[in-house]
């Protein structure tokens, strides 16, 4: 049985803050500054943005935010350490996502990912995302990948 929890977190956390910053450091390896559309920390501080961390014992080991666009939800500051990757952490953050959404009554989740983030790709794939066009302020670019599932 699974001790990993996954509850709605301060993006100011020390150890929520520590997994934002490891994102943020992977991406800006990756990704040149404007292929970049990831929140600052405090921009994930907002009513409209729920934020939540997996957690096994006191551990934060994974984060992800639900962006409230008001007819969608967008999927921001998806993570999950390195070191705790293989133990399912990142299905129970998209089972929380979602189930946030539907409580929210958003009927789409939508999502940009970059190009070279292929583990990313597949694990929205499972969970019944499509490709679509960009959305929101996203402009087409050869590093975006965008994605969209429907709740209803």
Same mark, same amino acid.
């Given at each position: 049985m =699974?001790?990993i &929890? ?6 100011? *956390? ?8 490891q %994102?943020h450091?992977?991406?800006q390896s990756?990704? %040149?500054a #404007?292929?970049?559309h !990831?929140? *600052?920390? #405090?921009?994930l501080?907002v009513?409209s943005?729920h !934020?939540?961390?997996a957690? /096994?014992?006191s ?7 639900l $962006? @409230?666009?008001g007819?969608?939800? #967008? +999927? &921001?500051?998806?993570f999950? *350490?390195p070191?705790a990757r293989?133990?399912?952490? $990142? ?5 929380? +996502? #979602?189930?946030?959404?539907?409580a929210?009554?958003l =009927?789409? +989740?939508?999502l /940009?990912?970059?190009d &070279?983030?292929?583990q990313?790709?597949s694990?929205y %794939?499972?969970?019944? !995302?499509?490709d ?5 302020e996203? /402009?087409? @670019?050869? =590093? %975006? ?6 709740? @209803?």
């Amino acid at each position: 049985m =699974s001790n990993i &929890k996954v509850l709605a977190a301060d993006p100011r *956390d020390p150890q929520a803050t520590a997994l934002l910053r490891q %994102s943020h450091a992977l991406m800006q390896s990756l990704f %040149s500054a #404007e292929e970049n559309h !990831f929140l *600052d920390i #405090e921009e994930l501080c907002v009513p409209s943005i729920h !934020f939540f961390v997996a957690r /096994e014992e006191s551990k934060a080991l994974g984060c992800v935010a639900l $962006a @409230n666009k008001g007819d969608y939800g #967008e +999927i &921001k500051s998806m993570f999950v *350490d390195p070191r705790a990757r293989g133990k399912g952490i $990142a299905h129970h953050l998209m089972h929380k +996502i #979602e189930a946030d959404a539907r409580a929210q009554n958003l =009927s789409t +989740i939508k999502l /940009e990912t970059g190009d &070279k983030l292929t583990q990313a790709h597949s694990l929205y %794939s499972a969970h019944g !995302f499509v490709d679509c066009g960009p959305f929101g302020e996203y /402009e087409a @670019n050869t =590093s %975006s990948l965008f994605m969209t599932k429907d709740l @209803n």
